[in-house]
Nanobody
Framework: QVQLVESGGGLVQPGGSLRLSCAAS????????MGWYRQAPGTQRELVGS???????NYADSVKGRFTISRDNARNTAYLQMNSLNPEDTAVYLC?????????WGQGTQVTVSS
């Protein structure tokens, strides 16, 4: 089973940028759909976006035009580039890998947008 390790969260000022990474173990990375959810305190988990094995992406309306998901199959890593961050983006961001009906989660990383 794939294991995921996330990195790149932290504190950033409004208008700033962060890049999250999600590194996967194993040799099947290229066939997984990778993506991120986020969850702020007291709210439901929200899908941020995903990238499938062919490189097609989709995003939540709230992040379109600001966030970009990419993948490097040679490095077994997916990336979430977040630009023009605002306080409403503050949440724990959870990376996932999905193949068929099986979803594996990363440990989550905190993103805080505050001045």
């Amino acid at each position: 089973q794939v294991q995921l390790v996330e990195s790149g969260g932290g504190l950033v000022q409004p208008g700033g940028s962060l890049r999250l990474s999600c590194a996967a173990s194993g040799r099947m990375f290229r066939v997984y759909t990778m993506g991120w959810y986020r969850q702020a305190p007291g709210t439901q988990r929200e899908l941020v976006g995903s990238i499938d094995s062919g490189g097609s992406t989709n995003y939540a309306d709230s992040v379109k035009g600001r966030f970009t998901i990419s993948r490097d199959n040679a490095r077994n890593t997916a990336y979430l580039q977040m630009n023009s961050l605002n306080p409403e983006d503050t949440a724990v961001y959870l990376c996932y890998a999905r193949m068929g009906a099986v979803t594996t989660w990363g440990q989550g990383t905190q993103v805080t947008v505050s001045s």
